[in-house]
């Protein structure tokens, strides 16, 4: 997409007349009633006698569908003299407009996503890809394409949004922006695919920028209890960010990147946290937490977001750079825009020495473990049906399988280049070929990969990216020293949850499901079904800081140790008591699935192939 030159273009001033060229967009955060924020849309000028208004099906990077018309009420079209037009809801996302030549404005009111009310159904928005007016707290979450539509067949024409709000209030987004007043902001799009591309968040100003390689990286927070800042962010992803600028070459391939990054001290609607990505941003909704807490689940879900600026920003097929909003079809290559994304994310961080083979290996077999939960199919077929209700349960396989697919891909290069080449050569290569303004055709990318690479690379897409056959997973490691076993007894330190299945309940805590009576440290430790975890060893123990206490446990508790854990267990029907676990850590044995270990010998050659593929540099 083009970047807009606001002197050059000349952007048509509303007047006395509506023949327009351009959308112009009024936002009012200030008049928000019963969380509902009104919208009021000036279009460019209709050369027909009926149109359509259209909000969002589907938008890039869900994968899901989410009928963002369904959030929109009180719809009206009018005339220059006020003349309301007559207006039909042809469907949930499609409002057909009469006498369409006479269209002045239409307005509307729009209800956020991270809220229910009456009509919401059971098809609920995960909230970084949504919309939250929360007034009360004077925090907006608006990702552009929950707010705002275009007209039939006018998706490619400039938009100008004007957004009012407190003076108190910063808006802070990658989107180009104007200052009119202290209380009102205009931002400026090439087309709708852009202004949809480009979130934005108000609340009362946590913002940190600095320059990262070539480009200016802002980091805005909304922490509602002021646990978090956009300081502890910034400071806690800078070094990854540097890393991630030298794995791309030393040059980031955007000029700006805005992390948008939204706490919540209550259970969210949808029950999970994660982020969205865009081009030059990404939004975050996420549990509130201090940043010894929360730092490691921001830091892995930053590391994964930022590199969408390699794919599809820059690397994309048809089915994404023209988008279809309503009627969308989905490209084959989900391994790619996800898959590949998600491998980087771990690969850089052993590569640039943010952590050790040891723990990039645990994140590999974990991959292995979860996608074994999922069948062998197809994974471009999976990609191209991913809407449909069979295919749409896999989808999160892509962050599993498709970064497994990913590294193999990686060896694949490196092996038959004899390291000359790798999957960030590779992308580079693809980003030139095609960049942001040129789509590669779905069915031509494997091919175009085979004639830049090997025909051995042809084969393995073909076979396991296409086809439905497992991953060879112990050839590919095996290339690089790593012993690969399915399975293997081993001895480890009991977990202190160990013996117990666990799950959530409706207010997101964790509880003990189930017990195994003979599991000598779960029966030592006397925990109940439905006991509350509170607290592991004085630490306050949330879906938030769940990760950081069990990695930190697991490196730091040794046989003998004595392990304290806090629940709240129901004594009495509706009566519940804090009660104080303890027991003496103790040695098991554990079958371990997807077991990898280093060659304690390797050849010459599976010694330089492993040194290409983890070591900068090399």
């Not at 480009?215 to 209890?225: C, G, L, Q, R, T």
């Not at 999976?382 to 999160?396: A, D, F």
Request: one cysteine or more; glycine letters at 6%; hydrophobic letters at 35%.
């Amino acid at each position: 997409m083009k970047k807009l030159l606001i002197g050059a273009l000349g952007l048509i001033v509303l007047n006395a007349t509506h023949a327009q060229k351009n959308y112009s967009i009024e936002i009012d955060l200030t008049a928000t009633t019963n969380d509902q924020v009104p919208v009021t849309v000036y279009p460019p000028a209709v050369d027909a006698d009926t149109t359509e208004y259209q909000m969002a099906k589907v938008v890039p990077g869900t994968y899901s569908i989410s009928d963002f018309g369904r959030f929109v009420s009180n719809f009206k079209a009018v005339d220059e003299q006020g003349n309301e037009l007559s207006v039909e809801k042809l469907s949930t996302n499609r409002w057909q407009i009469a006498n369409a030549k006479s269209i002045y404005k239409i307005s509307y009111l729009i209800d956020d996503t991270w809220d229910e009310f009456d009509g919401y159904g059971d098809n609920i928005v995960f909230e970084p890809g949504g919309t939250n007016i929360n007034a009360s707290s004077d925090a907006y979450v608006m990702n552009t394409f929950g707010f705002i539509g275009y007209m039939e067949g006018m998706k490619f024409v400039p938009f100008e949004l004007s957004i009012k709000h407190n003076q108190e209030n910063y808006g802070a987004t990658a989107l180009r922006k104007e200052v009119i007043s202290p209380t009102e902001d205009k931002y400026f799009a090439d087309d709708f695919n852009f202004l949809a591309d480009g979130p934005i968040m108000y609340s009362i100003p946590d913002t940190v920028t600095r320059r990262i390689a070539n480009a200016e990286i802002i980091v805005s927070v909304y922490s509602p209890n002021n646990m978090l800042s956009a300081k502890d962010v910034m400071d806690n992803i800078y070094d990854l960010m540097e890393a991630q600028s030298n794995y791309l070459g030393g040059k980031l391939p955007v000029d700006r990147y805005a992390y948008l990054i939204y706490l919540n001290d209550e259970s969210t609607l949808s029950g999970s946290m994660g982020a969205l990505e865009h081009s030059y941003s990404s939004v975050y909704s996420l549990p509130e937490a201090s940043a010894e807490r929360i730092g490691q689940t921001v830091r892995d879900v930053a590391a994964h977001e930022f590199f969408h600026i390699v794919t599809p920003l820059n690397i994309h097929s048809k089915e994404i750079g023209e988008f279809n909003y309503i009627e969308p079809e989905m490209s084959k290559h989900l391994w790619l825009y996800e898959g590949v994304t998600e491998y980087s994310s771990m690969h850089v961080q052993v590569k640039y020495n943010l952590y050790g083979p040891d723990k990039f290996m645990s994140e590999i077999q974990d991959k292995l473990r979860v996608a074994d939960r999922f069948p062998l199919v197809s994974f471009t077929e999976m990609s191209e049906r991913i809407l449909e209700p069979e295919y749409e349960r896999m989808y999160t396989n892509v962050y599993y399988k498709g970064a497994l697919i990913g590294m193999c891909l990686d060896l694949y290069l490196i092996k038959y280049s004899d390291g000359e080449k790798d999957l960030q050569w590779l992308m580079r290569e693809l980003a030139k070929k095609y960049g942001k303004e040129v789509s590669f055709d779905d069915d031509e990318l494997f091919g175009v990969i085979e004639e830049l690479t090997y025909p051995e690379v042809g084969e393995f897409l073909q076979t396991y990216v296409a086809g439905d056959a497992p991953l060879p997973i112990q050839e590919v490691l095996g290339w690089a020293g790593i012993n690969y076993t399915e399975e293997k007894t081993v001895t480890t330190t009991a977990s202190f949850r160990s013996g117990v299945g666990i799950t959530l309940n409706e207010d997101r805590e964790i509880v003990v499901e189930e017990v195994d009576t003979e599991n000598e440290f779960a029966a030592d430790m006397g925990y109940k079904p439905g006991d509350v975890i509170l607290k592991i060893n004085k630490q306050e123990f949330t879906l938030a800081t769940a990760q950081a206490i069990i990695e930190e446990y697991m490196e730091t508790i040794k046989p003998g140790d004595k392990v304290k854990v806090e629940v709240r267990r129901e004594v009495k029907e509706g009566k519940f008591k804090t009660k104080k676990l303890k027991a003496k850590a103790t040695e098991e044995e554990t079958k371990v699935k997807h077991f990898l270990e280093l060659d304690k010998d390797p050849s010459e050659e599976q010694y330089k192939t492993l040194q290409s593929w983890i070591i900068a540099g090399k």
